[in-house]
Each structure stands twice: as structure tokens, then as C-alpha cells.
């Protein structure tokens, strides 16, 4: 292990480590600006000159290149390296007057004025070649690199011209120290529509994910992008993620997979989806990035949101008034009919953030506040004391105006006038719905759905989270609209009655279940489709299997069948023959 | 002379003439019916440029000089038919006007030792056979079959042969350190990427005697171990690249290249690489990134290329020169090398000679020969009566020696404690209407462009420098600017990447150090004293030296001389766009500069 002596003090360096790293791991500062520790070094920006002593000869080298060899004698701070340093950041301070990174050295070197009067004050790059570096090591892009040579160099796409090569990751913004390169996305649209805009290709998908670990969106990483833009070529871009985790927990192999497990209920608590206003035009959603739904609402005012829990525009001021519409595709025979319950709450807490964190104007066109829950009314008077506008009629249109601003139309029933208000931010409290796929699950579990497209429950007051499944139960808003503490009360008793089963160990079912006559059975397989129990399934010798902890004994087979091979145990032919004739008997 | 005997003409110099010169002489060689005695050779360089194109008639050494096509018919005629010298065409030297006809006694020429250029200028380059009739490739033979690796570096080391590319490090040393580095294969480089302005030695060379670089590369492979060698080459020197090529081609086909080496188990390939013409790319590191592919951008060399060279395998580098010099070695052994030059500094070393100078050219001279002998004994002195001011060694990256120092010997060693670099050998003369700020201003001027622009203090620092001294040219600096000039110099010396940059303050710094005084008056009292900056100078006619002859009056192209026919003249301040005609012109030195 080679051993050196940086500042008089005794350092063990690491084998093949650099001078700056093992002062590094030291504790020893040396400043730097070309350096990065992902990218191989280059030794351009100078700035971590320190002096070196070899062999008794004194020489100036820089700290990111000169190997930590053994014996070396090192000075990070002594006058000749302080000089040189200071006259650096002077020539910097000349190039590039107005870029922070460069003051705080200026500062901590005592030069405060540029050593020249500056050539361009806007200038922002010191050409330390991080981003080129990054687009070329690690992106593996190759989309800019320098051009020109001496006086003249500088950086960017081929002929200073936009490139297919630039896969607009935006690596070279991130690792810029100087804040020089700005990122002007194509297709902007997409993000300018939100301001909500693009999370980190790693992220946690929910603050309340479990189990609570990060996934890498395969469209965002520039890994897996790189490797689907050169069809599979580049395979090895990036790989940051990897190289940093020191719980070595990155595998870019990683595949979705099917998992078989064998279960004994099963809890349907598949929950919601969110309406599309932009199905009802008068919304104008979508046509400013300013009206948002409750549910971006949420977001933007999540600490863990694009602009850190500050409610702003997407121009990044600060509302001043603020208009939120309730029963948006909520009692609507437009949209859905059915009052989704929860909207009336979340938009009176929006209401509330609203004014605590910006101070705005706040309208809310209701119709009817349905403050049912506990403590729910209070909250509402409370709303009402902050000074938020209650307009009592629907928000019946919202118009983008030419110069961007909105104007929100509807009814004020109470003074059965027609008013506007112009606001500088909508939201829509759009209804909840059932999600896209409950056909499919439904079918798959024997489920129905009532007419709100929700998944009905056995009986509506006696058996609330049972369906005519045996051991399928429902669970929070699958069931219908239901807010946070009645899907709690409600995903308790789903998962009571499922553990009671458990608990039990077995199924007691009713005797009469239908039964197949093998002898007769043709295989035909008309029976299957019928069954609204998904109890019917054909067995290895092609013949009808009925499951008889599924089947209810409905008789929807038995009538099916073309050759009378399936019989309802208890109501079989000959029975019911048998009793019609003695009945008749008598 | 015998009508029997057989003659060579030798035609050297690309000079613009010469291209007629030669099927003019062979046309005229044909119709007096002397082709079957004659030998037409089309040679390389011979250095007398200020003369060009010479021609040498051989065995007597005749020796003519500014030959034209209209002269042939006569030279053939009186030389090549009968037996005479034609006069006219002798050499006249600048300081007498006496014909010198014969070669050897031309003093340009007798004062000098050429030992690397010994055929430059008298075998044809296009030619292996010449090379070899000359007593080339024997080396290589002697080496391949009678020494071993290590008595070649031995003798290499015992030499004292020091590298002519400028930094002057031991060859011996070099080879020997890459012969044991580990790390195979092993490679060895010829630098012919000659970019310093005014040098043109490097570029005579692979014109004019290819093989011996080929040779004396094919020997040092051999000494440390590598099978494959690269000339980097700028494609600005097509000739060389042209001449070099075919010179690898014909040692390939005669066996003195390629697999097994005269029956040997020695194989060794050449390659060219041509350079785009980068200066950076003379530097050692810019120069392995451009062979192997990439930028030609110089990267940090912690590591001695000798240890982690082209691809980070051991590479011996030297300059063409150096390698040319190795076959002498061999051939003379390395005893008689040594007994030429100083001891620290041994053998002979070219030089190109140029900027106001009598002949300017190609010298080769014992190092330790001292300036006064080079500039004035063989340079012929400053023409047209100007005085000697001071000399710029080693291009760009050199320095400025002032006439104070002219008995100083040319070696490594006192040129660097000169303040000055032998470089590859470029020599600038100048006279005393040569402003030494506008020197540093031109050579920073070159060195913006040429600077690759990879490190902050040379790519900041050569920006900031030649603005502060164009600021001094036009009278704008201030002294604090100069403590300014001086700090940005010092810290772009010792900070920057590569040696371009750390060479680039020299031109500032050692005219700094020996003409602060013509910066402190460009400062302090507006003047330019050589008359060379226009934003400081006035063009004025001392009336007691015009005779009125009018020459300036009609030469002025800004008509800003007025005056009588024979009374004195005088030029409109306001008018004079100090282009310096007036002066050149003037017969009675009547125009001054104020």
C-alpha cells in the first residue's frame, strides 16, 4: 500500500489510486471542476494543481491524474500552488464573470474581480468536457463533443446543429458545474401540458409503496432507451445506478415474472380509476397546463412533487385566484350519474392549502356539499371561515383565453344568476370510475357489477364485502366510492371475514352442487361458458370437472347440457320426477 | 576532362522554378546527344535557399546557383560539352562578388559539417539504390547480423546522441528504458510533424533522404524489441509523405523491411500516418492520440512514454532527425559521434535559418558552434546594412537571444539556461526593426490558434497574454498590465498540460527578460523603438537627407508625400498608413520613424 505524505500528514492510499482520491478519502480538500469520479479524468481545468515532491524535485501536477505513488511528498496549499490556483480562477473569473461555481473558488482564493475584463459576460462554460465525457463514456451517445481548437474551442452537436445522436436525456445538464447547457426538448408539448412534468427514471412509485423500493421506468433510463434506439446494440450506456449502489441491489436483467401461488381467499381491492375530463369539453382540459385535475393537484401540492410542495403555475408564480369545480363527470348523465363521494372533501382540503400556502382567491362551484362523515361539517365551516367563495350552481364551462388566462362560467343557483370568474388556475374535482379491466377481472373471480360498473357485493346492507364468489371479497372503492376511512372500516371486514375462513381451515358448502354422469358426459364443453361460478373446467380425460367448493348448485348446466350428464346433487331428474309423482299421487 | 567520363547533374530545390528544369535539361542533354554519359539527378535539398534552385556537376563539384531554363543551353554547352565554367551562374557569395565555382569552396557550405544531411541534395530520394550506393542500409546489415540488442544501445548511449526533436533527453537512455519496460508489443515512432514556422529541417530530410530515417528506425526497433514503427507525417509535407512511402516500398521489396530482414528472424514494418497539420501534434502525447485514432489532443503523461506510449504499450519517440543520425552511429561508431559538438551535446544538429539573413537555408553544425559563426561565418550577416538584434531558437515554444549573447554555443544546455529551447532548430534572425513585443505578439498569435485548447491556463492564459501585448503594440497597456503579463506567463508555464502550453509563455518571457526596456517604452513613453508598431510610430522625411528624387512620392500608395522635384518632401501624418514603402524605398535613408 503505498504510503505518501500529503500536508505533513501521513496518508495510505489505495493501489493505483490518484493523489486527489487518496487525499479524498483523507479528508484533504483539493478543489476541483473537471473532475468526476464516474468519468475517466483529464486533467483540463488545472485547478487541483498541488505541488509534488519526487525524489526530491519539486514539481506542480495535477491531483486528478498524478498517481498516488509511494513516498511522494504532497502540498495541496502551498504558496506556489495558491498562486497558480489564484491566477486560474482569475482567468476563469475572465471568462466566465457570472457563473456561481467560479465566485465561491474566487471567493475562497481571495480573487473577488476577474483578472480581464471579460469578453462575454454570459459566457457560462469553462469547457471542463464533463458533458462530453458523460454523452460519450456513459450515455454512449457520442452527441457533442468540443470543436475548433485553442481560443476558439468550444462544445457541442456536430456543426452546432441538432443531432439524432442527442437522445435528450439530459445527462450533460446534470453533471454541467456552470449551469451552461439548456435541454430544449422537442416534443416540450408533452411536459409543458402538466406542470406536473417527468419524475427521475428511478423513483419510488408512491411515498407509500410497498415494499418501498425504487424501479427504474424502462422508458426514462437512458440504459434501456440506448439499447432500444441502436435496436440492441448498445447495451452497456450508463449504468450509474449500478456502479453507485453499495448494496450492489441493481440488476438490469431484472424481468417481470409470473408467480403461481396457492390460495385460499382472495380479497378484489383493485380500487379506482380517474375519469378523463377531457371526455366533456367544456372543461377545456388539456388546452392550458393550468387546469389540472384534483388528483395532479395532490401532486403539485406533495412535498415530494416537481415543485416541492409549492403550489404553483406552470409558469412558476404563484396563483392569485383559483377556481376548483366539483361533481366534474360526477352526477352527470353526460358522464357518471353516480356521486363519487369524495370529491366534495378533498376539494374543500385543496381550498384550505390553497389559501394557507398561496394566500389566493379560492372559488368552489358545488352543487351540494356532501360533508356526511364525522367531523366532515366542521371542517367545512372552518373552509367556509377562511374566506373561500362558495358558489353554490355548477362550473358549467372553462374558457382559455387568447392571452392564456381562464375564465370559469357557471350558475349561482343561490342568487339564480349566471356569474364568470377569471382565475389563474382550475381544478377539477373529477369523478372516480371503476377501472378499465373490471370486465376481465370480473369474469375471472365470478364477480358481478352493479350498474355503476362497481363490483356488487352479495347483499348491499346484510353482506357488504361478500360477493357469490365463496372466499372472494371485496375491498374499498371496487366496491363503489368510498373516502380513505370508510375503505379502511371496509378492507377491515373484507380481510375479518377472509381470515375467518382461514382460520377455519375448511369450507362448508352447501350439498347441493351439480355433479357430472362421466358415463354420459361428451366433453362439449357447453356447460363451461354458462357456469356464472367458473366452476366448471374439463378434466384430463375430457370430460366436464365441476369444482364443487365453487358451484352453488344454480342448476345452470343441468339445463345446458345437450346429454343430461350433469345433475344438481339433492335435485336430480328422478328426484324431482319422483316428487312431482307422488304429489301427484295423492 | 575527358569526353568519356562519366557526369552527374544534380538539380536540387522545389524552388517555383525548378519544376521546368529538369525536362528542360533532359531535353537538352538528348539533343547534344550526352545521354548515355550523363546521369540526371532529380535530388532533395540542399539548403542554400536564398540562391535556389542550385545545381552540382559532378565528379568536379561545379556548383551554379539560380539556375534558370533560359541558362541551360549555355551551362550544357560550356560544362556539360566542353569543359568551362560558366561564370554568370556561379555562386556569387553577399559579402564578396567574386564567383565561387566550385561547391566545397563555397563558404556557406565549407563552414559547415553535414553529417545527417551527408546525401540530402546529392542522391535521388526516389531512389534505394542511390541510399545504398552511398553506403546506406550497411548499418542496419552490421547491426542485424553482427550485435546484439544490447551492444546497439550500448553503442546508441555511448554516443551521447540526444534527442533532436528539442526536449534533448538521451536516446541511449529511452531506448534502453523501453526496451525493459513491460508491456509488449513494443513500438517505435518517427516524429516528422514539423509545425514551428521558419523550420523546414525535418521536411528536408524525409525529401531528400528518406532511407536513412527508415534505417536508423529499422535499428532501434530492433534494439528495443518492436516489430511495427509509425512515421507521423502532416500532409502539408506531401513530398515527404510521397517520398517516404515510396522509400518503404522499395526497402519492402528489396528485404530491408518486412518479415525477416535480410535472411534474419528481425521482421519490422513501417507504417506512415499523416498528420492534419495540428502543432499540438509535434507534442509527444497529441502526437500517439492522433496514430491511434483520436484527437490529437495531448493527455496527461505521468507516465514516460517509454513505460505507457501509443495504446499504453512502451513506444520509443524521436524526432526523424534523431532517427537519421543512428546509421552514423553505427557506421563510425559511437567515438567518432562524440568527437563532434560539446561534450554534454554531442554530434551535429541542422538548423533553418531564416528571417533577415544573408543566406537564409539549411545548416548543419557541430553543436556547441556558437551564433556569431552560424549567423554571420555561414548566415552571411543582416542584409542590407541593418544590424543584428537578436535571434529566435526553437520556433514558438523557444526563446529570444539577444545580440548581447551571440558567442553563446548552440548546445541543449545553454540555449535552456539562455532562457531559449534548441526546439527542433528553427533559427529567426532579426535585425533592429524587429520589435521585440511585436515578436511575442506574432508568436502568441500563432500559438491562440495552435494551442488545442484542452487546459484552462494555456487556452486562458494565451488569450489573456497576446491581449495585454497587443494592447502594448497599440499603446494602450498600462506597467501594471506587464506585472499581469508576467504572472499569467509564469503560471501558464508551470500549470499547464502538455508542453506546448508550459513552452508557450517563452517568447514572452525571454524577451521580458532581455528587451524589458522596449516594452517599458511602448508603455510608458508611447514609442515603438524599432519602428515596427504602427499604432506608435510617424512616418516622417529628415529634410537634410532627401534629395527630392521623388521615388517615395510615387511608391506612397496613399499619395501622402508631397513635394518638389528636387526639394525635400514631406508625408501627410494624416494620410500615412505607416505601411513602411517609403522607407524600404528610399535610397538616401531620409525617412525616419518616429
Not at chain 2, 563558404?107 to 553506403?135: E, N, T
Not at chain 2, 550485435?147 to 538521451?170: C, D, H, N, Q, W
Not at chain 2, 541593418?386 to 558567442?407: N, W, Y
Request: a negative charge; aromatic letters at 6%; one cysteine or more.
Amino acid at each position: 500500500m503505498p504510503t505518501l505524505i500529503i500536508d505533513g500528514q501521513e496518508v495510505h492510499a489505495q493501489e493505483g489510486q490518484t493523489v486527489l482520491e487518496a487525499a479524498r478519502d483523507a479528508g484533504i480538500d483539493i478543489p476541483t471542476l473537471c473532475y468526476h469520479p464516474l468519468l475517466e479524468t483529464q486533467g483540463s481545468c488545472r485547478i487541483c494543481t498541488v505541488e509534488v515532491i519526487r525524489r526530491g524535485r519539486s514539481t506542480l501536477q495535477t491531483a486528478c491524474t498524478y498517481p498516488a505513488w509511494d513516498g511522494l511528498e504532497i502540498r495541496t496549499h502551498s504558496p506556489s500552488v495558491i498562486k497558480t490556483r489564484q491566477t486560474i480562477i482569475g482567468l476563469l473569473l475572465s471568462r466566465c464573470p457570472d457563473v456561481p461555481i467560479i465566485q465561491d473558488l474566487g471567493r475562497e482564493y481571495g480573487v473577488t474581480e476577474p483578472l480581464f475584463p471579460p469578453e462575454k459576460p454570459d459566457e457560462k462554460c469553462i469547457l471542463c468536457g464533463l458533458c462530453v465525457r458523460t454523452c460519450h463514456e456513459l450515455v454512449k451517445a457520442d452527441a457533442i463533443n468540443f470543436s475548433q481548437r485553442g481560443i476558439e474551442r468550444r462544445v457541442g452537436p456536430p456543426f452546432l446543429e441538432t443531432t439524432d445522436q442527442c437522445i435528450g436525456c439530459g445527462a450533460c445538464t446534470i453533471v454541467c458545474p456552470t449551469g451552461a447547457i439548456d435541454i430544449v426538448l422537442e416534443q416540450s408539448a408533452v411536459y409543458d401540458a402538466k406542470p406536473l412534468g417527468p419524475t427521475s427514471a428511478i423513483h419510488v412509485p408512491s411515498l407509500q409503496a410497498v415494499p418501498r423500493v425504487p424501479v427504474i421506468d424502462t422508458d426514462a433510463c437512458i440504459r434501456f432507451r440506448q439499447a432500444a434506439l441502436s435496436n440492441g446494440e448498445i447495451t452497456d450506456a450508463c449504468g450509474v445506478c449500478q456502479t453507485l449502489c453499495e448494496a450492489n441491489a441493481i440488476d438490469f436483467t431484472q424481468q417481470d415474472t409470473m408467480v403461481e401461488l396457492d390460495i385460499g381467499t382472495i380479497v378484489v381491492a383493485t380500487g379506482f380509476a380517474m375519469w378523463d375530463p377531457a371526455s366533456l369539453s367544456q372543461y377545456a382540459y388539456g388546452q392550458s397546463p393550468n387546469i389540472i385535475t384534483g388528483l395532479e393537484f395532490e401532486r403539485l401540492s406533495n412535498a415530494g412533487g416537481p415543485t416541492g410542495g409549492e403550489i404553483l403555475l406552470a409558469n412558476g408564480e404563484k396563483p392569485k385566484r383559483v377556481a376548483i369545480i366539483h361533481c366534474v363527470g360526477s352526477r352527470d348523465h353526460n358522464a357518471h350519474p353516480y356521486c363519487s363521494r369524495i370529491c366534495c372533501m378533498y376539494a374543500l382540503k385543496q381550498a384550505h392549502l390553497v389559501r394557507d400556502k398561496t394566500g389566493a382567491d379560492v372559488y368552489q362551484f358545488y352543487m351540494d356539499m356532501r360533508a356526511f362523515g364525522k367531523g366532515y361539517e366542521e371542517f367545512y365551516e372552518r373552509v367556509q371561515g377562511e374566506g373561500v367563495f362558495m358558489v353554490r350552481g355548477k362550473g358549467a364551462e372553462v374558457e382559455v383565453r387568447p392571452n392564456g388566462e381562464l375564465r370559469v362560467k357557471g350558475e349561482n343557483a343561490n342568487l339564480g344568476i349566471v356569474i364568470s370568474v377569471d382565475v389563474d388556475m382550475v381544478v377539477l374535482a373529477s369523478a372516480i370510475e371503476s377501472q378499465p379491466d373490471a370486465d376481465r377481472v370480473a369474469s375471472l373471480f365470478g364477480l358481478s357489477r352493479s350498474e355503476d360498473g362497481f363490483f356488487a357485493e352479495a347483499h348491499p346492507k346484510l353482506r357488504p364485502v361478500e360477493t357469490n364468489t365463496e372466499g372472494v371479497f371485496l375491498a374499498g372503492v371496487a366496491q363503489g366510492p368510498k373516502d380513505v376511512p370508510d375503505t379502511v372500516a371496509h378492507a377491515g371486514a373484507a380481510a375479518s371475514m377472509a381470515l375467518s375462513l382461514l382460520d377455519k381451515g375448511e369450507v362448508t358448502i352447501s350439498p347441493t352442487v351439480s355433479t357430472v354422469l362421466t358415463r354420459f358426459c361428451t366433453g362439449c364443453g357447453k356447460c363451461i361458458p354458462v357456469c356464472p361460478y367458473t366452476a366448471i373446467s374439463l378434466g384430463e380425460d375430457g370430460k366436464s370437472v365441476i369444482n364443487a367448493a365453487l358451484c352453488k348448485g344454480c342448476g345452470t348446466c343441468a339445463a345446458a347440457c345437450p346429454s343430461d350428464a350433469i345433475q344438481p346433487l339433492h335435485f336430480t331428474d328422478d328426484q324431482l320426477v319422483g316428487q312431482i309423482v307422488g304429489v301427484l299421487y295423492e | 576532362m575527358a569526353e568519356d567520363s562519366r557526369r552527374s547533374i544534380i538539380v536540387s530545390c522545389i524552388h517555383d522554378r525548378a519544376p521546368q528544369l529538369m525536362p528542360a535539361l533532359q531535353a537538352e542533354i538528348d539533343r547534344r546527344g550526352l545521354a548515355a554519359n550523363v546521369d540526371l539527378v532529380d535530388a532533395g535539398c540542399r539548403g542554400l535557399c536564398s540562391v535556389g534552385p542550385v545545381v552540382l556537376i559532378q565528379p568536379e563539384n561545379i556548383f551554379y546557383a539560380s539556375v534558370g531554363v533560359e541558362d541551360i543551353p549555355e551551362l550544357v554547352d560550356k560544362t556539360l560539352v566542353g569543359a568551362g565554367i560558366v561564370e554568370r551562374l556561379s555562386y556569387h557569395p553577399p559579402e564578396s562578388h567574386e564567383a565561387v565555382c566550385f561547391y566545397r569552396d563555397t563558404p556557406f557550405y565549407s563552414k559547415q559539417l553535414r553529417h545527417v544531411m551527408r546525401d540530402c541534395g546529392i542522391i535521388d530520394p526516389w531512389s534505394i539504390d542511390d541510399y545504398i550506393a552511398a553506403g546506406g542500409y550497411r548499418a542496419l546489415g552490421t547491426v542485424l547480423t553482427r550485435m546484439t540488442p544490447e551492444e546497439v544501445i550500448g553503442e546508441v548511449k555511448k554516443s551521447g546522441l540526444r534527442g533532436r526533436g528539442g526536449a534533448g533527453f538521451s536516446t541511449g537512455s529511452k531506448w534502453e528504458h523501453t526496451r525493459h519496460a513491460d508491456g509488449e508489443p513494443k513500438y517505435v515512432i518517427a516524429n516528422g510533424d514539423e509545425g514551428d514556422p521558419g523550420a523546414f529541417m525535418n521536411r528536408s530530410l524525409m525529401e531528400g533522404d528518406p532511407h536513412s530515417i527508415l534505417e536508423g528506425m529499422a535499428i532501434g526497433a530492433y534494439a528495443i524489441g518492436a516489430h511495427d514503427g509509425y512515421i507521423y507525417v502532416r500532409d502539408e509535407y506531401p513530398l515527404a509523405v510521397r517520398n517516404l512511402a515510396h522509400a518503404i516500398e522499395q526497402a519492402v521489396e528489396y528485404g530491408l523491411l518486412g518479415e525477416e530482414i535480410l535472411g534474419t528472424d528481425f521482421s519490422f514494418d513501417l507504417h506512415i500516418v499523416r498528420g492534419a497539420g495540428a502543432f499540438v501534434c509535434g507534442e509527444s502525447s497529441a502526437l500517439m492520440q492522433s496514430v491511434e485514432g483520436k484527437v490529437g489532443e495531448p493527455r496527461p503523461k505521468h507516465f514516460h512514454a517509454t513505460e505507457r506510449g501509443l495504446w499504453d504499450l512502451p513506444t520509443a519517440l524521436n524526432n526523424v532527425e534523431t532517427w537519421a543520425n543512428i546509421p552514423m552511429i553505427i557506421n563510425h561508431g559511437a567515438d567518432w559521434f562524440a568527437s563532434f559538438g560539446t561534450e554534454g551535446s554531442t554530434g551535429t544538429k541542422t538548423f533553418c535559418l531564416a528571417g533577415s539573413i544573408k543566406n537564409s537555408g539549411l545548416v548543419e553544425v557541430p553543436l556547441g558552434t556558437t551564433l556569431r559563426e552560424i549567423i554571420f561565418d555561414i548566415g552571411g550577416g543582416i542584409p542590407d546594412g541593418r544590424e543584428f538584434k537578436a535571434v529566435q531558437t526553437g520556433g514558438p515554444s523557444g526563446g529570444c537571444i539577444p545580440a548581447s549573447l551571440v558567442d553563446l554555443p548552440v548546445d541543449y544546455d545553454s540555449l535552456s539556461e539562455a532562457g531559449s529551447m534548441m526546439g527542433s532548430g528553427g533559427l529567426i534572425v532579426m535585425n533592429d526593426r524587429t520589435c521585440m513585443v511585436d515578436l511575442a505578439r506574432y508568436f502568441l498569435d500563432f500559438l491562440k490558434e495552435e494551442s488545442c485548447g484542452k487546459c484552462t491556463p494555456c487556452r486562458e492564459g494565451i488569450r489573456r497574454m497576446l491581449q495585454i501585448l497587443t494592447d502594448i503594440t497599440e499603446g494602450r497597456a498600462t506597467m501594471a498590465d506587464l506585472d499581469k503579463l508576467e504572472t499569467v506567463a509564469e503560471t501558464v508555464q508551470v500549470a499547464s498540460l502538455c508542453g506546448l502550453g508550459k513552452s508557450a509563455p517563452n517568447p514572452v518571457l525571454s524577451t521580458l527578460r532581455y528587451f524589458r526596456d522596449e516594452y517599458e517604452a511602448h508603455i510608458v513613453d508611447h514609442k515603438c523603438p524599432a519602428g515596427a508598431c504602427k499604432a506608435l510610430i510617424e512616418y516622417h522625411i529628415i529634410a537634410e537627407n532627401c534629395t527630392g528624387c521623388g521615388v517615395c512620392r510615387r511608391r506612397c500608395p496613399q499619395n501622402a508625400i508631397s513635394g518638389e522635384r528636387k526639394e525635400p518632401h514631406v508625408i501627410d501624418p494624416t494620410l500615412c498608413i505607416k505601411c513602411g514603402i517609403c522607407r524600404d524605398v528610399c535610397k538616401f535613408d531620409a525617412v525616419d520613424v518616429r
